[in-house]
């Protein structure tokens, strides 16, 4: 038989372990998109063509992620956002950005 005060604290218990379920997964997410950042900001600093860059960066990214490529004189920007796994209210946008000098600029 369950007494009243368990029938009050699994409900909460469940709620506790599925925020920190949230958290873990939101935070894999986001380590996904610095990781795919800087894969393609390694790929765009060796010269690599902007498709086979962005390639590089997707297959990093989360599903879904949104990849976008600059160059800036001479150094190169990647910039990952992806959306993180949604629980209710708790929806917001993960970001991973990475800079690298461009190869083809060293010792100019």
């Known amino acids: 038989m369950v007494t009243a005060e368990a029938a ?3 409900p909460t218990l469940v709620l506790v372990v599925a ?5 873990l ?5 986001q380590i996904q998109c ?4 800087r894969a393609g900001a390694r790929a765009a600093a060796r010269s690599e063509p902007e498709g086979a860059t962005l390639a590089t960066a ?3 990214a989360p599903r879904g992620a949104r990849v976008a490529l600059r160059r800036e004189g001479d150094l190169v920007r990647v910039r990952v956002e992806a959306a993180a796994p949604a629980l209710g209210p708790l929806a917001m946008t993960l ?3 990475a800079v690298a000098l461009a ?3 060293v010792g100019r």
């Open 8 to 10: 009050a604290v699994i």
């Open 19 to 23: 925020m920190l379920l949230w958290g």
């Open 25 to 29: 997964m939101a935070a894999c997410a």
């Open 34 to 37: 610095v990781d795919a950042a």
């Open 58 to 60: 997707r297959a990093t």
């Open 95 to 97: 970001r991973g950005e």
């Open 103 to 105: 190869e083809e600029t």
